[in-house]
Every structure is written in structure tokens, then in C-alpha cells.
């Protein structure tokens, strides 16, 4: 599939520990097919999206098709919508987020969202989450291509964890080998 296409999957997966307390297991991996090698590519990222969105009950989010106008993708929990976002067409990254959480009444929601040069495919977009970005092989630039702003997520769900006394004491262990 070529990297501009519809057909296109755009891949946000996040890790079997995300969320849970294991030092190190917050990341994000996107996934999807490069602008810029026409090859399978992958990017990460870390920050506190991959485990809200598990917080919310989710492992992944998988894209295909191309929106006709701007939209944001909104998760909380059980509920999964579209919103137009073309008032947020031209923004960075930061201003997306930060008015985006003022929009859904949501100063937790952890948001990903491209700026400029992901709304304008540039082949080395990428996808902005807080400090922390999926910047390598232009994934920014299929997000955009697929007219995505954004995806908020705001999960209050509990992660169940089958031994915790267990799972703590492992944590433990890393800390102390880190």
C-alpha cells in the first residue's frame, strides 16, 4: 500500500505494562507506512498517552481511510468519537492540546496531535504528545494525510493486574537495578 493511501493503516499501540507501575513500560508505538522510505515503519514515543488510553481500556488504536475535513479523535473510556477540529487547523502542537482539554472540560486528557507540517504531509511530520514525540520516517505526515488533528484520551478505568504483591515487588527490582 503506498503511504498516501487510504487503505493506509496509522497504528498507536501501546505496551503490555503501560500503565501499570513497572518503571520504564510507557511508551507508544506508531506505526504505519513511511512517507519517507515507502517501507513499514515504526516510532515511538513516551509520556502519559499510551497509559491513559490503556486506563480507558484500550491497547490500540487502528486508523484506516481519510476523513473529508479536520477531525479529532476523542476516547474516554467506552466512548469513541469524531469531532470536526478545523478550528484547530494551523495550530501547533502545544496550543492544539491545551485547547483541546479546555474544549472537552478535560485537564487530564493526554492528547498526540501533529501541527503544521503534519496538516501539510511534510515527509518528516511528526506526532506531539506533552514532552515527548513519534518523530522518526514522517509519521506526523500520515496523520495529517488521513486529515487527524489529534486524539485525545482520558481514561479513569483500573488496570487489574492478576498478582500485584507479585508485580510489585518485580517493580521493585527494576527500580533498584535502574
Not at 10 to 31: D, H, K
Request: hydrophobic share 45%.
Amino acid at each position: 500500500v503506498e503511504p498516501f493511501s487510504a487503505e493506509n493503516l496509522l497504528v498507536f499501540g501501546t505496551g503490555l505494562l503501560a500503565g501499570t507501575p513497572m518503571p520504564g513500560a510507557n511508551r507508544t508505538i506508531v506505526s504505519s507506512i513511511s512517507p519517507q522510505t515507502r517501507l513499514f515503519a515504526f516510532s515511538m514515543m513516551g509520556g502519559f498517552w499510551g497509559p491513559e488510553l490503556k486506563h480507558a481500556g484500550y491497547d490500540k488504536v487502528v486508523l484506516r481511510g481519510k476523513s473529508p475535513s479536520l477531525v479529532y479523535l476523542w476516547i474516554r473510556d467506552d466512548k469513541v468519537e469524531l469531532r470536526d477540529a478545523e478550528h484547530f487547523r494551523g495550530l501547533g502542537t502545544l496550543e492544539t492540546a491545551e485547547l483541546l482539554r479546555q474544549e472537552l472540560g478535560e485537564p487530564m486528557a493526554q492528547v498526540a496531535s501533529i501541527g503544521l507540517a503534519g496538516e501539510n504531509r511534510v515527509f518528516f511530520a511528526s506526532i506531539e504528545q506533552g514532552r515527548s514525540s513519534a518523530s522518526r520516517l514522517g509519521l506526523g505526515a500520515i496523520m495529517g494525510d488521513k486529515n487527524l488533528k489529534a486524539i485525545a484520551v482520558r481514561g479513569t478505568k483500573d488496570i487489574h493486574i492478576a498478582h500485584p504483591a507479585e508485580f510489585i515487588a518485580h517493580c521493585n527490582d527494576a527500580l533498584r537495578y535502574i
